[in-house]
């Protein structure tokens, strides 16, 4: 038992988005205010990006809420050039690992978006890193995607520091679209397509079980792959 127990830790150890060391506990989740602007944008699918640490928790998060549509793993921050894993997993290309969220507004508002983004996917008082991943390149940051998305992460970004509710200053930042790099395939759907890997397992199955308990009304059990 205690050899396996030490095999687990490794696991654990070796196998986060970043080769690093894993935290000693598990993410807390946090229930993030009810935004008080709420969006209002036309009827179609939009598209948010946001960055909050390692993508497939990220991913995972969101692609179990309904009216989203898709959610695509990638980089944002940096050049096309050095948006590759390898690169970008130095923490010195500028980029930051993002997903770019495809949504209907008719079903799932932005403002629900930056909700559960805060609530349960990532800690706004960690700067440069999230969980067990550490770096530049593991910021937490909301890219706009036009003039409503604008105002409305201005708008709840102060409604969170107004709040107190994080006893630590919060850190995120808004950040301009500088153009968003899909990731390898391989990192595509990583949690629907690797449901035992270790990392998933201890970091990201929480997340979304928090989506179930926090957001009942905003889950779905299905995985929304692509």
Request: net charge positive; aromatic share 10%.
């Amino acid at each position: 038992m205690k050899r396996l127990a030490a095999l687990l830790a490794l696991s654990l150890t070796i196998s986060a988005c970043q080769q690093g060391a894993a935290a000693p506990a598990r993410e807390a989740t946090v229930s993030a205010p009810l935004p008080a602007r709420k969006a209002s944008e036309p009827a179609g699918l939009k598209t948010a990006v946001f960055a909050g640490g390692c993508f497939w928790g990220a991913e995972a998060v969101f692609s179990h809420m309904k009216g989203v549509t898709s959610v695509v793993s990638g980089y944002h921050g940096g050049d096309k050039r050095s948006a590759t894993y390898d690169s970008v997993s130095t923490g010195v290309t500028g980029h930051a690992e993002a997903v770019r969220v495809t949504y209907d507004p008719a079903q799932v508002r932005y403002d629900q978006l930056l909700q559960v983004f805060f609530s349960v996917i990532a800690d706004p008082t960690q700067l440069n890193r999230q969980g067990p991943d550490v770096g530049s390149q593991y910021r937490s940051a909301l890219v706009p995607l036009g003039p409503e998305q604008q105002a409305t992460a201005s708008a709840y970004l102060a409604q969170m520091k107004a709040s107190r509710l994080w006893r630590a200053p919060i850190v995120t930042k808004i950040e301009a679209n500088r153009g968003f790099f899909a990731a390898e395939g391989e990192h595509q759907d990583f949690a629907a397509r690797n449901p035992q890997h270790p990392y998933i397992t201890y970091w990201d199955v929480p997340k979304v079980a928090a989506l179930k308990r926090l957001f009942p009304a905003l889950f779905k059990p299905s995985f929304t792959r692509g």
